[in-house]
């Protein structure tokens, strides 16, 4: 046991999008981009655009039987990704097909995800003290790159993504993979997440579970230190 009480945390497995990175649109992106009424997307319209593509759970547009079953599969196939993305692009007003294509090639671009301030630090603090680290996605492409290109792989003893392992969160059996991949076992893994419903789930199999607020990353400077912080990793 910590000083604190937490138990003894050998492994941590974070998510991804909204935890360690975030998508944060750059006005480049919508450059000549226009909804389908002409008006320039920009401003607000990009943010809530950049929303609906990286919400974890739930529906954020209207779908119809084909493009439902495609986005409730997205992160098992990337042909499913694409045509969910874009058929989310199409109802958000981007109905020009090489405009649609541009901006969903942010998407799936790593280096164009925006590390939290202090994701550098939590794996280098982790590492510092041999507890081992997963990333743990429901995602579509290969996110290696992102840390690769920043030298934060080497810090990452795997990688557990959605597409490679064919389940997604919250189906218990990827956190099993997950866990199985870093062997150790779940009482002695945090699992840490923006959502509570996905990521959450982590705790079916007895990992602990630190939720951080998956706002922009200039408003977040330290979450991922708090919660490590929580459980006696300081």
Same mark, same amino acid.
């Given at each position: 046991?910590?000083?604190?009480?937490?138990?003894?945390?050998?492994?941590?497995?974070?998510?991804?999008?909204?935890?360690?990175?975030?998508?944060?649109?750059?006005?480049?992106?919508?450059?000549? %981009?226009?909804?389908?009424?002409?008006?320039?997307?920009?401003?607000?319209?990009?943010?809530?655009?950049?929303r609906r593509m990286t919400a974890p759970v739930g529906e954020t547009v209207e779908f119809d039987e084909q493009t439902r079953h495609a986005w409730r599969h997205r992160d098992l196939d990337p042909a499913l990704h694409r045509r969910a993305y874009l058929h989310v692009l199409e109802?958000?007003?981007?109905?020009?097909?090489?405009?649609?294509?541009?901006?969903?090639?942010?998407?799936?671009?790593?280096?164009?995800?925006?590390?939290?301030?202090?994701?550098?630090?939590?794996?280098?603090?982790?590492?510092?003290?041999?507890?081992? #680290?997963? #990333?743990?996605?429901?995602?579509?492409?290969? %996110?290696?790159?992102?840390?690769?290109?920043?030298?934060?792989?080497?810090?990452?003893?795997?990688?557990?993504?959605?597409? =490679?392992?064919?389940?997604?969160?919250?189906?218990? =059996? #990827?956190?099993?993979?997950?866990?199985?991949?870093?062997?150790?076992?779940?009482?002695?893994?945090?699992?840490?997440?923006?959502?509570?419903?996905?990521?959450?789930?982590?705790?079916? %199999?007895?990992?602990?579970?630190?939720?951080?607020?998956?706002?922009?990353?200039? =408003?977040?400077?330290?979450?991922?230190?708090?919660?490590?912080?929580?459980?006696?990793?300081?």
């Amino acid at each position: 046991m910590t000083a604190n009480g937490a138990r003894d945390i050998e492994a941590v497995l974070f998510d991804f999008s909204g935890t360690l990175f975030r998508l944060e649109e750059h006005p480049s992106w919508f450059d000549g %981009i226009c909804g389908a009424d002409g008006t320039p997307v920009d401003g607000a319209a990009a943010a809530e655009l950049m929303r609906r593509m990286t919400a974890p759970v739930g529906e954020t547009v209207e779908f119809d039987e084909q493009t439902r079953h495609a986005w409730r599969h997205r992160d098992l196939d990337p042909a499913l990704h694409r045509r969910a993305y874009l058929h989310v692009l199409e109802q958000s007003g981007v109905t020009d097909p090489a405009q649609a294509e541009s901006v969903y090639g942010r998407v799936i671009d790593a280096d164009c995800w925006t590390p939290y301030p202090d994701t550098e630090a939590v794996l280098k603090l982790l590492a510092a003290e041999s507890i081992r #680290i997963g #990333i743990l996605s429901n995602i579509a492409f290969d %996110i290696r790159p992102a840390f690769t290109d920043r030298n934060l792989h080497e810090y990452v003893d795997e990688f557990v993504l959605s597409f =490679e392992v064919g389940q997604v969160k919250p189906n218990p =059996e #990827i956190f099993r993979h997950a866990v199985a991949a870093l062997g150790v076992d779940p009482s002695v893994t945090l699992m840490v997440g923006d959502s509570a419903e996905a990521d959450g789930a982590a705790r079916e %199999i007895g990992c602990s579970f630190a939720l951080v607020d998956p706002v922009p990353t200039a =408003e977040r400077p330290d979450a991922l230190l708090a919660a490590l912080s929580a459980f006696g990793i300081r």
